[in-house]
């Protein structure tokens, strides 16, 4: 079993829609949550932290379920430019720096 | 922005040369990261340093190694470069000595031929 598991996508969905993209995690000493997105040929790039409370960004919400070991976002109203792949991430803390763990993504195609 | 610059971009090379990348950060961050990009297995570790000559291995160690003989440098060799080692490169940057969030650099596309 994969660390971190992805919806494996891709999703495609018309402009204004909502979508929701779901994250497994397996190691439960995990400590800081996630998620980056990655536009074609680009680095990934910090989208938001997710918080044990929920947290929410304009139209993105993100939610962390430490016992099920579960997080999620949820994208409202998307937009053309929301288009990109989706990276889960989470963090192990080490002696020496962190360990931080990639899911595969998940890619988003926007539709007008 | 975190400050992070790769070279080469791109490079093209032949089986058996040596390859080196090189990661220069401008803001003094601690931790440096090797990752590489691969369709169906995503983001993976090759090597980490937490120091100057600190380093060490991550999940795909083998056929690489690196340096960091300056905070601001950290290089990523490929001793003898294989087809399977065709990629793009992410370096990567951890701010402060506990920063948990992590910035990646604009990558290098390296295809061995």
């Known amino acids: 079993r994969k660390e971190v598991e992805q919806d494996p996508g891709p999703f495609n969905v018309p402009e204004g829609a909502t979508v929701a993209f779901n994250c497994t995690y397996s190691n439960s000493a995990s400590q800081s949550f996630f998620w980056y997105r990655q536009d074609c040929r680009k680095e990934p790039k910090l989208l938001m932290s997710?918080?044990?409370s929920g947290n929410e960004d304009g139209r993105f919400t993100a939610q962390l379920n430490r016992a099920s070991q579960y997080i999620s976002l949820l994208i409202r109203d998307s937009k053309l430019s929301d288009s990109a792949t989706y990276l889960c991430?989470?963090?192990?803390?080490?002696?020496?720096?962190?360990?931080?763990?990639f899911g595969p993504g998940t890619r988003l195609s926007v539709l007008p | 922005d975190a400050g992070i610059t790769q070279s080469p971009r791109h490079k093209v090379t032949e089986t058996g040369t040596p390859v080196t990348l090189r990661c220069h950060q401008t803001?003094?961050?601690?931790?440096m990261y090797w990752y590489r990009q691969d369709p169906g297995h995503g983001l993976r570790l090759i090597h980490y340093?937490?120091?100057?000559?600190?380093?060490d291995k991550g999940e795909v160690s083998d056929g690489y190694s690196v340096s960091r003989s300056k905070t601001e440098d950290f290089l990523l060799t490929l001793e003898s470069a294989t087809s399977s080692q065709t990629s793009v490169y992410f370096c990567?940057?951890?701010?402060?000595?506990?920063?948990?969030?992590?910035?990646f650099g604009e990558g290098s596309w390296l295809t061995v031929v």
């Open positions: 991430v989470v963090n192990i803390m080490k002696n020496y720096g962190q360990n931080f763990v």
């Open positions: 340093s937490y120091g100057v000559k600190d380093t």
């Open positions: 997710v918080y044990s």
């Open positions: 990567a940057i951890t701010e402060g000595t506990t920063g948990n969030t992590i910035y």
């Open positions: 803001e003094n961050h601690r931790y």
